[in-house]
């Protein structure tokens, strides 16, 4: 369908009164297609309503233009009626004045009759016969709102444009004339742009929301389509499968803008000190037991230590807000599970390349795999009964949460499936869920089990929600868990300070692997600050050990933070196997050059650098990976692994072609 309205790379830029211009949106391109309702979303003050005017003719765009039906729009005109939060209805007259007025105004040609028909139909259409004689101040909210909407209507706009229309109604009215307004659109075909703040209003009414950016200089920062069908009604809306997720999904959105004016608000200039280039980090974390080696390195000062005396730990819930903070460049460095530098770097991101590295593994083991305790009850235990049980029940699609495509919980869970003959696309549907979100999950059954790591396993056992069907003894023990992440062009322009930090994580991982600290580190763990759980739920002995569970689960294999240097090292051999994982399940190519990417993520150098400076041993001998299936993994052959593995994606070899550095954000 043809571009109905056209908003093409506009910039708002204001001059202010005491001198100085402020950039309010920049960039901006949208085109609205007839009968389209659109929602502008964004935090107050990010250019919502500088742009609504634009479209309406109010205001002009700096640069760029806004057009309707391909003419550039340069000032107002009746085929664009405005509907404001504050009604602006002549208090004087009447409500069928308020209502004629406009008619008259726009339609002189048609007669008194026709006129009045217009007005009375649009009086009707809004419910509001018994007081159309009356003034709007004799009106409450809603039905001032009501006239509001019926006169612009009455008017036959081509566009209907809405400044928050129900900001200042309670609940029950606004709901209302929601309703109302979405049947008064699906039956009229209007099109419509509404600035909301209300994420219900927004999936309830749209069919695609526009996400813009903080200013200055917003920006368009993704654009929802709404797949719920029409007619909808409010009661329908909340049940379909779509809607918690669009929810959802605005709600982090605006959760990530307002943290990032934060640490935009903290991250004006970079301060150098102590011969390093950087002491000002911000450092991504996600809670879980694994982020130990950051709190301790936070509360017991190594990180200040080593000259970084500004650190500030962001806790994110989810790995997507790692995966912004680092693309986006609001974060230094993060805590990343160990498949995400190499996920970042072959284009796993919105197939965007975007080279990091690592140059510290700071956890291993700590993971689990949790089955729902329905399993258990249908005398299901382990892989094998799963599958068998799966054979039995293919009318039904059972659900596996795990927390990123490029976390060691997706790669182990799919390898275990696999092993077992389970396909993991085909049969169990994997999602991506916040860790802290799959307790919940399970328990409310919305998915049947997960793969994540601890405490969240421990936590569905020791409440009874889950049985542990698998832990990292019975997968891969030793697997990287949570890696140190940075972006490459960051490490360049900031190397003296990635030693250091790599130097404070390293000693904080020493920290965290003596018995002697282990209950000072698990109330570190449990505070709000961090993982924000009961003691018990966080358990880190450094050996393995069986949980007191009252179900029949197998050990745990705990996080391990140090043991000798290769347990921190980067290991190549273990990024050349998540790169065959990567790309045995589709989610990256398979890079023709994987020896030249593997030996630009493992940032072994570095690792050894800080390693040497803190007087620790760096002799290191390569091992094998040990899986549970026995399946050998050859590092230098990895296609030929590939190849010989039954259940997989049809996978291509592709070069990846890395950027050169970018200016560090
Ligand atoms: P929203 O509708 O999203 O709350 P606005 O579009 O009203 O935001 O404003 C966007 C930004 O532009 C704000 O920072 C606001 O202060 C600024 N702004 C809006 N109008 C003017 C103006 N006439 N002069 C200077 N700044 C303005």
Redesign the pocket.
């Known amino acids: 369908m043809s571009v109905f309205v056209g908003v093409d790379q506009v910039e ?1 830029v ?3 009164t005491g001198g100085g211009e ?1 950039i ?2 920049k960039g901006i391109d949208l085109e609205i297609k007839k009968g389209e309702f659109v929602s ?1 979303i ?12 634009m479209i309406a003719g109010l205001d002009l765009p700096t640069e760029g233009v806004v057009t309707l039906e391909g003419k550039r729009i340069t000032q107002p005109g009746p085929d664009r009626m405005v509907v404001f939060q504050n009604y602006s209805l002549l208090p004087w007259r009447s409500v069928r004045e308020n209502i004629a007025l406009a008619v008259n105004s726009v339609m002189p040609d048609l007669s008194v009759p026709e006129r009045r028909k217009i007005v009375d139909r649009h009086i009707d259409m809004v419910g509001l016969r018994p007081h159309a004689e009356k003034s709007p101040t004799m009106l409450s909210g809603g039905q001032k709102q009501r006239v509001a909407i019926a006169r612009a209507l009455a008017i036959r706009p081509k566009l209907l444009l809405l ?1 928050e229309p129900f900001g200042a109604l309670d609940a029950l009215t606004r709901g209302n004339l929601q309703e109302q307004l979405m049947k008064i659109c699906e039956e009229n075909q209007v099109t419509a742009v509404m ?1 909301t703040h209300d994420v219900d209003e927004a999936v309830l009414l749209s069919d695609r929301i526009v996400m ?1 950016t903080n ?2 200089a ?1 920006k368009i920062g993704s654009i929802l389509e709404v797949d719920i069908p029409r007619p909808r009604k409010r009661m329908e809306v909340v049940e379909h499968p779509s809607y918690y997720s669009l929810r959802s999904e605005m709600i982090y959105f605006l959760n990530q803008q307002k943290r990032i004016k934060k640490i935009r608000a903290r991250k004006t200039t970079v301060v150098a000190k102590h011969g390093l280039e950087k002491v000002n980090l911000e450092i991504g974390f996600v809670p879980l037991t694994a982020c130990a080696p950051l709190a301790v390195a936070k509360e017991k000062g190594f990180f200040a230590k080593h000259g970084l005396d500004e650190v500030n730990l962001v806790r994110e819930t989810s790995w997507r807000g790692i995966v912004d903070g680092i693309g986006g460049g609001y974060l230094d460095a993060a805590q990343m599970p160990s498949g995400m530098p190499m996920w970042l770097t072959l284009g796993g991101n919105e197939n965007k390349p975007l080279p990091v590295v690592t140059s510290l593994t700071m956890t291993r083991n700590g993971n689990a795999i949790t089955l729902s305790k329905d399993f258990y009850e249908h005398g299901i235990q382990d892989l094998y009964d799963f599958r068998n049980y799966l054979l039995h029940t293919r009318d039904r699609q059972h659900i596996m949460g795990v927390v990123h495509p490029s976390s060691m919980h997706n790669l182990l869970l799919r390898y275990w499936l696999a092993a077992g003959g389970i396909d993991p696309d085909s049969d169990v549907h994997i999602q991506t869920l916040p860790p802290a979100q799959m307790v919940a999950d399970l328990q409310n059954g919305s998915i049947d089990g997960f793969c994540v790591g601890e405490p969240w396993n421990i936590r569905a056992a020791y409440e009874g929600i889950g049985i542990t069907a698998a832990s990292d003894l019975d997968v891969w023990l030793g697997h990287p868990g949570k890696v140190l992440g940075v972006r490459e062009d960051w490490a360049a322009v900031y190397p003296n300070s990635f030693i250091a930090l790599t130097k404070a994580l390293l000693e904080a991982c020493y920290y965290c692997s003596l018995p002697e600290n282990t209950e000072e580190i698990r109330q570190i763990l449990a505070s709000k600050d961090y993982v924000s759980v009961p003691t018990e739920y966080i358990q880190i002995e450094p050996n393995q050990t069986s949980c007191d569970l009252d179900h029949p689960v197998g050990d745990y294999a705990h996080h391990q933070f140090y043991a000798d240097s290769a347990i921190n090292r980067p290991s190549r051999t273990e990024q050349i196997w998540i790169v065959t994982q990567l790309a045995r399940w589709g989610h990256t190519p398979f890079p023709r050059n994987w020896v030249e990417i593997v030996e630009r993520v493992c940032r072994v150098s570095t690792f050894s650098t800080a390693a040497r400076e803190l007087g620790m041993d760096i002799s290191y001998v390569r091992k094998p990976i040990q899986f549970f299936d026995g399946t050998p993994f050859n590092a230098d052959d990895p296609i030929s692994y590939l190849n010989g593995l039954q259940i997989k994606h049809d996978f291509a070899v592709a070069d990846v072609i890395l950027d050169a550095h970018r200016i560090a954000a």
């Open positions: 708002k204001f001059n202010l402020y309010a949106l502008l964004g935090h107050s003050g990010c250019g919502k309503s500088t742009l609504l005017n400044d600035v813009l200013g200055p917003s």
